[in-house]
Structures are given as C-alpha cells and as structure tokens.
C-alpha cells in the first residue's frame, strides 16, 4: 500500500476542489484507482499502485492551486487535469488560470479553459490574422467573440463585424419567409447568441444601431475595406477558395481577423474546395498570421460531445475510401 499526503492552505479551498457530494474526489479514485481521505486541511491519497498515487496526488494539487487561484472547478475542468496528468502535462496547469478576457453582461468572467484555447487567445493577441481550426465545442468563435468585445471596450477597434456563409442558403433561401436579413438570420444565430451573452440585448441593440456591431453573410463583405475593425469569420469550412480570399483581402489598417472552422463539417458540394483549407496550407508560414489547431481534449461541452468527436476521429483514421462506381458500355448487338 502507497500512501501519500497533500496539504491545503485553507478549508475553503477543499470545498471547492470536492465538489457537490465529493463527485469530483469520486471521478479522481474511480480514475487511478485510489482511496482519497482528508482531515481538517490535510488529504490523504491510498493506493496499491505507486504510480497511480502519484497521478491522483498530482491531479488534486493542480485542482488546489487552481482553487487558490478563484477558479471554479467543475467536471469539465477535472476530466480536463484528469488527462493532463496522465499525459505528463500538469505543470502546465496554471496557463489555464490566466487573465480574463472579459466580462459578460451578467458578469461571468471569460477566460481560457484548456492549453489549447490559451493558445489559441495568445495568438488572437498577437497576430493581425488568426485562424482557429478545431472540432465542435472548443470555444473557437464563443471566445474570438469575447476578444472582439474586450478589444471594443478598450477602444482598439471601432466597429465588431461577425460574418459566415450561408451555405444552405442556395437552394432554400427563397422559400424563408421576410426580408433577405430575415431569411440569412437563422444561419447567423449562434454569433447573435455569443454577442448577447457579452454584452447583453439592450447593449447589443444600441450598438447595433449605432453601426459599431454588424451581423452579415458573407455574401455582404465583397467590394468593402475594413478599417479599425474586429472581424470574424465563422464556420470557414463552408467558404469557397474565391470566397475566402476575396474575405482576406478585405482586411484594412488597424484592424484584426479571426477566422474559425471544422474541417471535419464541411457542407460544399463535392467539386468544390474548402477555403479555410486551402488557406491553413497557404497561409501557414505567412508572418502576422498564426494557425491554431485546437483537439478533442480542447472540448469543453458534455463530456459526450468529447467522445463522439473521438470517436469519428478514430473512425476517419480507420475508414477505407469508397470506390468510385465503374461503368461499362453495353457492346451493340
């Protein structure tokens, strides 16, 4: 029997790394097979396997130096350090704990919560173009839209610009009802739902009105120059490689471009080539612009959500092409 002890610096700290009836402790033993005690600031950690004592002893430190930092600890974030551990990669913990990128309107703070999106958020930073390449649930457009907004409030940038292609929209666009804003707007929903979460309705609305925020197909950024603009480019994968590059030469002087997108979803026909693809091979050694690639352990939805993006991932590796169908000529008789 191995047996090792950690020791907390307040008991607050041990309430939150617990979690609602211990489920956090339970996800740690039930993980490396070990037995978890505590008495007043001091954990105990029993096992048979020494290494598995050592992952589960450093799985709780890392939960207690997050708590000690203020950060919230939830079963996402322990899954998370679950797998960090396990792949050698806990002292890299605290890079999760960084700066808030902003406050939503109900006062939530932003931040990164995986390495992945940390760099992802460095990136944004630092470059004038970034793109973020990545499954569902990684966070890529909810916080590109959390930068646009926080360098907006900075008065870095004058106007915030959220655009995607609407790529269903050629056959069934005309049989939507109202105007043509009224018939791209469901394709535009989930940039809407991020701004309102930042800024709330009432905010959105002014600024909306003001021409400081504008929610556009893609179709609508042809012919224009953005200057002191924060633009973003969702779902890139839908993009044509004529339509990405006219969006990339849209770029103006003092203004910055984030472009998200799945190239596991892509929704163009057959013929045609993904833009945001072409452009990650293109653009890849191009100064001022980073490529960010974000995984399956950047996830941070329900844990399925995790599992069936690994799963198809496993299944793409494995899967063997379809053959095209030959045809043969019937001989005249």
Do not use: W
């Not at 600031?41 to 050592?54: I, R």
């Not at 450093?58 to 930092?69: C, G, H, I, Q």
């Not at 470059?127 to 649930?137: D, E, L, R, Y």
């Amino acid at each position: 029997m191995t047996e090792r002890t950690i020791n907390a610096e307040r008991v607050e700290q041990l309430i939150d790394v617990f979690g609602s009836f211990d489920e956090n402790i339970k996800k740690i033993e039930a993980e490396f097979h070990v037995r978890i005690t505590n008495r007043n600031t001091e954990l105990k950690v029993a096992g048979e396997d020494e290494e598995a004592v050592f992952m589960a002893s450093r799985a709780l430190e890392a939960l207690l130096s997050l708590a000690a930092k203020g950060e919230e600890i939830d079963e996402q974030k322990v899954r998370y350090l679950i797998g960090l551990v396990k792949t050698g990669n806990d002292d890299k913990v605290g890079e999760i704990a960084k700066d808030v990128v902003c406050v939503t309107a109900r006062g939530r703070p932003v931040k990164a919560k995986t390495i992945g999106q940390q760099k992802y958020l460095k990136a944004i930073e630092k470059n004038t173009i970034t793109i973020g390449v990545g499954p569902a649930g990684t966070g890529k457009t909810y916080l590109a839209v959390a930068e646009a907004v926080a360098a907006f409030r900075a008065k870095e940038v004058n106007r915030i610009i959220l655009t995607r292609p609407a790529v269903e929209a050629g056959e069934r666009l005309g049989f939507l009802p109202g105007d043509l804003q009224n018939k791209v707007d469901p394709y535009l929903r989930p940039l809407y739902d991020a701004l309102f979460d930042m800024l709330g309705p009432e905010t959105y609305n002014k600024y909306l009105e003001r021409g400081n925020i504008e929610v556009a197909p893609l179709a609508y950024m042809r012919g224009r120059t953005l200057d002191d603009s924060f633009i973003i480019l969702d779902e890139a994968q839908n993009t044509t490689r004529e339509q990405m590059k006219m969006f990339l030469t849209r770029l103006g002087f003092g203004s910055k471009i984030v472009i998200t997108g799945d190239v596991t979803q892509i929704d163009l026909p057959a013929d045609k080539t993904s833009g945001l693809k072409e452009a990650v091979r293109v653009l890849a050694d191009v100064e001022d612009i980073a490529i960010c690639r974000l995984t399956a352990s950047d996830v941070v939805r329900h844990v399925l959500v995790q599992r069936i993006v690994a799963a198809y991932e496993q299944y793409e590796k494995t899967r063997i092409p379809e053959q095209p169908k030959k045809y043969y000529k019937r001989s005249p008789k």
